[in-house]
């Protein structure tokens, strides 16, 4: 009898009966396009993978390139999609900029997720510089399926300040900047210590009059 049509798979046959070996629909990996972090900081950047049950993925082979200016590669480690599949994660760090990651696994991967996770250190000391974190190679099982890569992009944040900029990158504007309050008697009063992007100075005489005799 001849065999009834399958899922397709990568494993060099033409299991839907399609005539076509091998024909997956491709997966894709992606990186945050919202990463942001202080000068000095540690960062883990995960690796997101798409949905690849049944389809026969064994291994990964990753470079991911990004300003060495901005970013600095520590360490590599296991993705949550990884666990209990028998994986092996071979990272390389030693040259700037770039990060390369080589997964072999003894079980296919299945599921979506984080493939791997990527901790960098925040070189840059400069407040809104930043970098992609490109994908300069992208391979699952040495080609199959194809791969669509995403970029991430990173941005330095620092403290906030006053000037009407989101300078933490909480998506907030010179937020929990405080209040100040001086003066006496009368005079005693609160103000914002930025208003309108513009650091404010508590007048301790804002509110003075010639001096009378009611008890103020």
Request: net charge negative.
């Amino acid at each position: 009898d001849a065999p009834s049509p399958a899922v397709e798979t990568c494993d060099g046959f033409d299991n839907d009966c399609d005539g076509i070996v091998d024909n997956v629909p491709p997966a894709t990996v992606a990186i945050s396009d919202s990463l942001t972090g202080i000068p000095g900081q540690l960062i883990v950047v995960p690796i997101q993978l798409s949905d690849v049950t049944g389809i026969g993925v064994f291994s990964a082979d990753l470079e991911v390139t990004f300003g060495p200016a901005v970013l600095r590669a520590v360490s590599a480690a296991d993705g949550a999609l990884l666990a209990g599949k028998g994986c092996t994660l071979t990272p390389g760090l030693g040259v700037s900029g770039h990060a390369t990651i080589s997964v072999f696994c003894t079980s296919p991967l299945a599921g979506a997720g984080s493939l791997a996770e990527l901790t960098f250190q925040v070189m840059s000391t400069t407040y809104g510089s930043t970098t992609p974190l490109a994908f300069a190679t992208a391979l699952l099982n040495e080609g199959c399926p194809g791969v669509t890569a995403h970029a991430g992009l990173f941005a330095v944040r620092g403290s906030e300040i006053c000037d009407g900029q989101d300078n933490d990158g909480n998506g907030q504007t010179d937020e929990g900047l405080g209040q100040t309050t001086c003066g006496l008697g009368a005079c005693l009063h609160t103000i914002d210590n930025c208003v309108g992007g513009y650091p404010q100075t508590c007048n301790p005489l804002q509110g003075s009059h010639a001096e009378t005799c009611d008890g103020v």
